[in-house]
């Protein structure tokens, strides 16, 4: 089964702005499908922008088809309230994903750097670069968040 085509969705997860990049193909040989961000109100309340982000991901879901998707562990916060509301939302779309039949994949910052640069302590820009030339792209993918989303999707791929 890990030579079969399949269709993989990469989520860099927050609940103010969510990479996605969706990728397709068999393990080593990846096309760009898409990528962008979820971009949720910020005047509106914490739970009304929860409801906003499912409701994005299930269009995202039903726009692209994924067969399966990585999302990044959280693995560290500095401000203990931020990483709290982006754990809620990290919850929101796991949920969202399992919902919709969506076999998901966890993937640390540091395998998604060894995976795609082959050095754990990359730099942002070195990981960019990496992504742009594993998926044939014309620039490095912006912004950041669906940069860091595409290559969740590539590491979630291998590790499929």
């Known amino acids: 089964m890990k030579n079969k085509s399949q269709r993989i969705l990469g989520i860099d997860p927050g609940y103010g702005r969510i990479g996605y990049g969706v990728i397709e193909g068999a393990r080593g040989a990846w096309v760009h499908v898409a990528h962008g961000c979820i971009e949720t109100n910020t005047k509106a309340d914490f739970a009304e922008r929860l409801v906003e982000l499912k409701q994005d991901l299930l269009s995202i879901l039903e726009k692209y088809q994924p067969d399966k998707a990585g999302i990044e562990q959280l ?5 203990v309230t931020t990483g709290m509301k982006v754990s809620e ?12 039949g969506v076999q998901v994949q966890e993937v640390t910052p540091l395998q998604m750097k060894q995976a795609i640069v082959g050095y754990g302590r990359a730099e942002k820009g070195q990981l960019q670069e990496m992504i742009r030339i594993q998926l044939l792209l014309k620039k490095r993918p912006t912004p950041d968040d669906a940069a860091d989303a595409l290559g969740v999707a590539l590491t979630a791929g291998l590790l499929f």
Do not use: D, P, S
């Open 89 to 100: 939302a990290r919850g929101v779309i796991l949920l969202t994903l399992h919902e919709a």
């Open 75 to 79: 693995f560290f916060a500095k401000n």
